[in-house]
């Protein structure tokens, strides 16, 4: 009986000492372990913030490059000032550049007068819808180039105005009233010649050398008494006339 007791006990030490180092071993692994993921999250961490750096890093590149694209593409012949564009349509000298102007401004009206009659004769089926087509974006296209060229001759009109149109030559309010009703009368009958040689050339009574040369000399004193009524109406405001 006393030999099982101190087998029995000597077993117990033995388990005791077994069941120690297991501890011990699995208390190691668990700290080894939460090392590694210490580590780990620290490497992610890290690598999320050179990752932010890196698309920051390029965003601004991006950004510069943009910058440095847009103020190349504005100095290029392509991208050139309105000043460049209307020295390619004047000819230096107003006169004729005034003389052009009024051609260009007869010929678009002249090209929206074709237009219209265009679309007149598709609709009654007198042009197939191809030749339509075809016939509509020539024109079309000449009508947007002709007023490209007016609007970039339009500053050199202004100054060849105010160098030619003489100064009033009274300053009487009724005077002014006057000269302004007969500037008045004299528009009038101007658009009135306009509308009549419009309808010649819809319905083929005017050639269309004969309508352009007809409409500019119409649109040149129109221009000038349209001018003329400007100033005199500022002259009479200063006055204190108000119509």
Known sequence: MKKIFLTAVAMT??????????????????????????????T??????ETAAQAETTVQAETQAQTENQAQTQSTPENASDTQSQSEISSGD?????????????EKDAVDIEIDNLEASYRIGEVDEAAFLEKKRELEARE???????????DVID??????????????VNELQVLL?????????????????????????????????GQKEILRQLESVE?????????????????
């Open 159 to 172: 100054r060849y105005y105010r160098q030619n149109t003489p100064a009033l030559e009274s300053t009487d």
């Open 44 to 49: 992610d961490d890290g690598t999320a913030a």
């Open 94 to 106: 107003i006169e004729t550049d005034e003389d052009n102007y009024f051609s260009i401004k007869a």
């Open 227 to 243: 001018r003329q009524e400007e100033q005199v109406e500022d002259a009479l405001e200063m006055l204190g006339w108000d119509d």
């Open 181 to 213: 009703q007969s500037l008045s009368q004299q528009e009038n009958e101007l658009e009135q010649q306009e509308d009549s040689l419009e309808m010649e050339y819809r319905s083929g009574e005017k050639t269309r050398e004969e309508f352009i040369a």
């Open 144 to 154: 947007d180039e002709l007023e490209r060229q007016e609007e970039r001759l339009e």
């Open 13 to 42: 030490f033995v388990l005791a000492g077994c069941s120690q180092p297991q501890e011990t071993k699995m208390t190691q692994e668990i700290q080894a372990t939460e090392t590694v993921v210490t580590a780990e999250t620290g």
